[in-house]
């Protein structure tokens, strides 16, 4: 149950730490970032007390395999991946905005629909769907973080302009962007015999103005995904659909009485349901690479970190 939690290196050149809720991002002189993802598991915007094993390791190589798979069509901010846990690039201011597409009616959307919204950050969705139901074409529907706070809010495409959070010339390519990686995230999902039913994406902009993929991609943490054996068959009788995703952990704490608001307490995770959810990201793992999962050396995980990024830098 070894998990990495919280760190506190001081890499040579280093000058600053931000600490996100999953992930922990080193700036180091010459525009060098280091991103170290923890085990720690976010839900409803909220860090659950104890950490998944082999969370941070999984998620960072989902990403660093994810993004080698699509530099073809859309550059990203990578240059290696040093240490299991550890993706390391070029530094980039980020854009204020994650930009989230959806192929199906699922999750946050799933739950507006069903509160009687037919719009969603600005884009209309079709009367007489059921959740789950696949959307006629992907949509797009942007989040931006609460000025107060560090939840996520929904925004328009015509809000993000009007109050100039992006540049209409630069969310012109953000939105071919983020249509380009979910086309190729569907079509590599579709090979593992999986649907990417939602996903979202960050891009930041390097000094010389370049646009790139920044974070996580195509990540359980950041996407949803269905098994494509027996989804049609599933929709038609309205049985919930067989998924890979974080959904899972966030119905486990609405059961418990947990959705992140105030005056809720995180229900306890035994260490027996903190296996089963370790079990469930080693089975996306496998799922969406075709690759056996690897476990890393988790015995002394700080100074193997430590190791390997020194090493990576001399």
Request: some cysteine; glycine content about 8%; overall charge negative.
């Amino acid at each position: 149950m070894n998990t990495i939690i919280d760190t506190n290196f001081d890499f040579p050149g280093q000058q600053s730490l931000y600490k996100g809720k999953v992930r922990e991002v080193y700036a180091l002189e010459n525009d060098i970032l280091i991103m170290i993802a923890t085990d720690r598991l976010s839900a409803f915007d909220v860090v659950m007390p104890k950490g998944i094993p082999f969370k941070g390791q999984i998620l960072n190589q989902i990403a660093t395999k994810m993004m080698a798979d699509t530099a073809d069509i859309v550059p990203n901010w990578l240059t290696a991946a040093p240490d299991p846990n550890v993706a390391i690039g070029h530094a980039c201011e980020p854009f204020k905005v994650e930009m989230v597409i959806r192929g199906y009616m699922s999750g946050h959307a799933a739950r507006e629909y069903k509160a009687g919204k037919r719009m969603l950050c600005g884009v209309p969705m079709p009367e007489g769907m059921k959740e789950n139901d696949k959307f006629p074409n992907p949509i797009i529907t942007p989040a931006t973080k609460a000025e107060m706070g560090n939840h996520d809010e929904d925004i328009s495409k015509a809000d993000i302009l009007k109050r100039g959070i992006v540049s209409n010339e630069d969310y012109e390519v953000l939105e071919n962007y983020t249509c380009a990686l979910f086309k190729r995230g569907s079509e590599i999902a579709a090979v593992r015999g999986l649907i990417l039913v939602d996903t979202k994406y960050e891009f930041g902009k390097t000094k010389e103005g370049k646009i790139v993929l920044i974070d996580e991609i195509h990540t359980p943490d950041s996407s949803r995904y269905f098994y494509a054996d027996g989804y049609e068959e599933r929709q038609e009788k309205g049985v919930v659909q067989k998924q890979l995703s974080k959904e899972f952990v966030r119905q486990w704490l609405i059961n418990n009485g947990f959705q992140g608001l105030e005056g809720q307490t995180v229900p306890a995770m035994t260490d027996e349901y903190i296996v089963s959810v370790s079990d469930r990201y080693i089975e996306l793992y496998e799922k969406i690479t075709g690759e056996k999962f690897v476990k890393g050396d988790t015995k002394h995980i700080q100074e193997r970190i430590e190791k390997n990024v020194l090493e990576f830098l001399k």
